[in-house]
Nanobody, 124 residues
């Protein structure tokens, strides 16, 4: 069983930055793709970014527009989401997820394990 634990969320002013971390345990980290999703009340989970096994492919949602960077540290079994130039509309609960098919899909239902999420609030 894979356990995913996110950290790094918080309150930041518009234009600021945050780095989210997702620590994985219970399985060899490099065996699967990792994704970041976000969700606001009443809406479906929204794809943010994904990285396939050993960073072979990076993928971002259109709204990221070069502001976010996904990366991984295999030695630490951790994936990161560096978020810069944050906007109030980026406010959401951000969750990481593991995809054992190593596809890094944009569709949340194709991911196998999820973390509990971390709140990101961007004030205007």
């Amino acid at each position: 069983q894979v356990q995913l634990v996110e950290s790094g969320g918080g309150l930041v002013q518009a234009g600021g930055s945050l780095r989210l971390s997702c620590a994985a345990s219970g399985h060899t980290f490099s065996d699967y793709a990792m994704g970041w999703f976000r969700q606001t009340p009443g809406k479906e989970r929204e794809f943010v970014a994904a990285i396939t096994w050993r960073g072979g492919r990076l993928d971002y949602a259109d709204f990221v527009q070069g502001r976010f960077t996904i990366s991984e540290d295999n030695a630490k079994n951790t994936v990161y989401l560096q978020m810069n130039s944050l906007k109030p509309e980026d406010t959401a609960v951000y969750s990481c997820a593991a995809d054992f098919r190593n596809e890094g899909s944009h569709y949340y239902a194709e991911y196998d394990y999820w973390g509990q999420g971390t709140q990101v609030t961007v004030s205007s």
